[in-house]
């Protein structure tokens, strides 16, 4: 016999197990699963608050990391046939307050599985369960005993480390970069009682430069900043290199003295040691890096470090908009504009967005900074909710480049460069320039083509061609990553006659290096660079030489090339003629973010933008009235057309190997949706209708009012779950979705 609690009654059976020694609680797991899973725990292991806390469960046949999303509830007979909590990880919750909710938020926005999007919040190791890692920085001095046995010391390396440590404490950090090995020597003295290992605080002696003078501009925009200590949105719309990171530097200086955290988001590419060690050595904090290139036992470090308020200056790229911040006073979204903050796979969140979101529920201001700011945020500054700050002139002594639009039409073409090209290359290297070659294309040529029979070399399970690699050899998919090598003769008709059809920045480079032979020549794209401290070791061997950069566009922010006095832009013409309705945009922003890179200490930089189509209207506007004149065209053609930020929009997309089940789940999901203020479009192929070996679709939901669509994916989302067809797919929702691909 069971004992049985009845509601209300409160009193149980006797003699028998007691059930209120066992509640309930609904766990969130990192799986695609729309609720939480009920588990029961142990009355004692629930007694302090659980939500937050991560949870070692039974999962299938296996275990797994979950995270409490509610309090423990009494539980009734029920409760004991639910699988049991293993292990209660955190003793007190790892996600709790504003991030809490902000995540929660999120979740609902998304409308992502819960379990998914904490576990996205957290570092990995965490993830997978690990215990806090330690973050209290460490010093060592000597000892009493150390002091008095110092001068009976031998000579060696431990009488030296226990020379140094008798001048005062010196902290881990300092040690590792100054006195490589020196964690053996200490070993050895502590053995012997000689030295100790001490906390201390974090912001020893870190060296200093003075600020420069902030030019009025600059002022203005920085009091506004910190104007509030509430939240507010400021866009810091300044051209490049007119001085933003001065502007967040003197607002993070300020947020620093009263006592309160500042986040810094960047781009990918924008967080470069060059940029951390300006910040190090203005602020004088220790600063916290955040990024994909460190250790996972890092990420963890400075994520507990901003959790426990260590870290006090956090800058990261997109998954730091995840960090903490117990005493949160200032956030900065550098590069606003840039596609790396939006998530393409997993949790489709939006870094700058989510930031935003926790600005405002922290209650604290936030910079969006950029030089070309996204249509989104010019928009919100038109309208008033963003406080829009104008930053018109270059720092410094630099001027602006000038910018030429060059035709190459019926011009003979090397490599892509048209004679204008080459001859300013060759002008500027003579006055001991150097050149930025600007090609967003890897690899050294698009196509592999038959001259005799038209056959080409196309992926095989993307229906896309392959890209030529290594001089010919080697054919790439850049849409799945198959490899093969190049075929020698033509599969379809066995002519010898194979031809790499356009240039790629391999092409450019094996041309340029032969053109002009005397200078280095280095090329920078993802396959020449794969560390990020990669990138900086190339600048730094090339110095202030005269030379040539070839570059997709890793190439096109983040890094100073003070000697950099010419910018040619080729193989653009693409673009000015996709399909999606971001492609403008976008093209616009990287053309004056790599023009950006020219000139920008005391020498005048020159820009050729070389085309097929010079009277195309956004090369014309952009070259003559600038990109905030772009973009109010843009925006008109957006508003006129539907689409963002006039528009809110979702998209569905559902892949499967055969093309039926995928059309009959959209079909079926399209079915699901009545309400006339959303306008459903598809099932349509894709843009790419077939990646690595998926056929491709989508639904694309839209509507001019975001609370309509919301509340219309609300009940929508939940059915797809439970819709028969969705099981024969993979399908994927994406809010916002950043282009319709
Ligand atoms: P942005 O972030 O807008 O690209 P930076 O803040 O990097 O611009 O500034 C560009 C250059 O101008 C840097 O070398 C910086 O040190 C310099 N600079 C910025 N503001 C000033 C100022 N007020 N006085 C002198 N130099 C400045
Ligand atoms: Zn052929
Ligand atoms: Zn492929």
């Known amino acids: 016999m069971r004992c049985v609690v009845q509601a209300g009654t409160g009193s149980p059976c006797q003699n028998l197990p007691m059930p209120d020694a066992v509640r309930r609680v609904a766990v969130a797991l990192p799986r695609p699963l729309p609720t939480p899973f009920d588990y029961r725990i142990d009355a004692d292991a629930a007694a302090s608050p659980l939500r937050g806390c991560r949870l070692r469960v039974p999962l299938g046949s296996g275990e797994i990391i979950g995270i409490a999303v509610d309090e423990a509830q009494d539980a009734n007979d029920e409760a004991l046939a639910l699988k049991p909590v293993l292990e209660r990880i955190d003793e007190t919750p790892l996600l709790h307050g504003e991030l809490w909710s902000s995540l929660a938020w999120l979740a609902r926005y998304l409308h992502a599985p819960i379990g998914e999007v904490l576990a996205t919040a957290l570092p990995a190791t965490l993830r997978q369960g690990a215990p806090l890692p330690e973050t209290q920085a460490h010093g060592w001095r000597l000892s009493e005993a150390g002091q008095t046995a110092l001068p009976g010391l031998r000579a060696g390396a431990p009488r030296r480390l226990a020379e140094l440590l008798a001048q005062g404490v010196h902290d881990e950090d300092g040690l590792d970069t100054r006195h490589p090995g020196w964690r053996t020597h200490a070993r050895s003295l502590t053995r012997r009682g000689l030295a100790e290992r001490i906390a201390v605080d974090a912001a020893v002696a870190t060296p200093t430069v003075p600020p420069p003078m902030l030019n009025d501009e600059q002022r203005a925009a920085a009091d506004a900043i910190t104007a509030h200590e509430s939240f507010a949105v400021a866009l810091l719309d300044g051209v490049t290199g007119s001085g933003k990171t001065e502007v967040y530097l003197d607002a993070i200086a300020r947020t620093l003295a009263r006592g309160r955290q500042a986040l810094v988001l960047v781009p990918e590419i924008g967080l470069t040691p060059q940029m951390l060690e300006r910040f190090r050595t203005r602020l004088g904090v220790p600063i916290h890096a955040l990024h994909s290139g460190l250790a996972e036992g890092e990420r963890a470090r400075t994520w507990t470090a901003a959790l426990r308020a260590q870290a006090r200056v956090i800058v990261g790229t997109r998954s730091a908009a995840f960090v903490p911040l117990p005493d949160a006073g200032l956030i900065i979204v550098d590069e606003e504009h840039d596609g790396s903050y939006k998530q393409f796979d997993g949790i489709r969140y939006h870094a700058r967005d989510f930031a935003i979101v926790r600005a405002k529920a922290l209650g604290v201001p936030i910079v969006l900074g950029s030089a070309t700011p996204s249509l989104e945020s010019l928009h919100n500054a038109q309208a008033g909710r963003y406080t829009h700050l104008r930053l018109h002139h270059r720092a410094g002594a630099a001027r602006p480049p000038q910018v030429r639009v060059i035709d190459v039409r019926k011009r003979p073409l090397q490599a892509g460069l048209g004679p204008e090209a080459i001859s300013a290359i060759e002008s500027a290297l003579a006055a001991g320039g150097q050149v930025l070659v600007f090609r967003n294309r890897r690899g050294y040529a698009p196509v592999l083509l038959c001259h005799d029979c038209g056959w080409s070399a196309q992926c095989r399970r993307c229906d896309s061609p392959m890209t030529v690699h290594g001089a010919g050899r080697r054919l790439i998919c850049h849409h799945c990553g198959a490899q093969q090598p190049a075929p020698p003769a033509c599969p379809q008709c066995a002519s010898l006659a194979l031809q790499p059809q356009g240039n790629g920045t391999e092409r450019i480079e094996e041309f340029l290096s032969q053109r002009f032979a005397d200078v280095p020549v280095l090329r920078i794209d993802r396959g020449s660079t794969q560390a990020r401290d990669g990138l900086q070791k190339h600048l730094d061997a090339l110095g202030a030489q005269p030379g ?164 219309v994916l609300d009940a929508w989302v939940a059915s797809l779950y439970t819709m028969p067809e969705a099981r024969r797919v993979r399908w994927s929702l994406d809010v916002d979705p950043a282009d319709l691909y």
């Open 548 to 711: 040539i950069l070839i570059g997709t566009q890793m190439l096109a922010k983040g890094h100073d090339l003070a000697n950099l006095t010419l910018v040619v832009v080729v193989g653009i013409d693409e673009g000015l003629f996709s399909a999606d309705f971001r492609s403008g945009e976008k093209l616009a922003q990287l053309l004056v973010q790599v023009a950006g890179r020219a000139g920008r200490a005391d020498k005048a930089g020159a820009v050729l933008l070389q085309t097929h189509h010079p009277d195309h209207p956004l090369l014309q506007t952009l070259v003559t009235q600038g990109y905030h004149a772009f973009a109010d065209g843009e925006l008109g053609e957006r508003e006129a057309a539907g689409f963002p930020p006039f528009a809110h929009m979702a998209l569905l997309r559902a892949e499967a190997k055969h093309a039926d089940p995928v059309m009959h789940f959209l079909r079926a999901a399209k079915q699901g949706i009545a309400d006339v203020a959303i306008e459903v479009h598809g099932p349509l192929a894709a843009p790419m209708p077939r990646r690595a070996g998926y056929q491709r679709m989508q639904l694309i939901l839209s509507s001019p009012s975001r609370a309509a669509l919301q509340s």
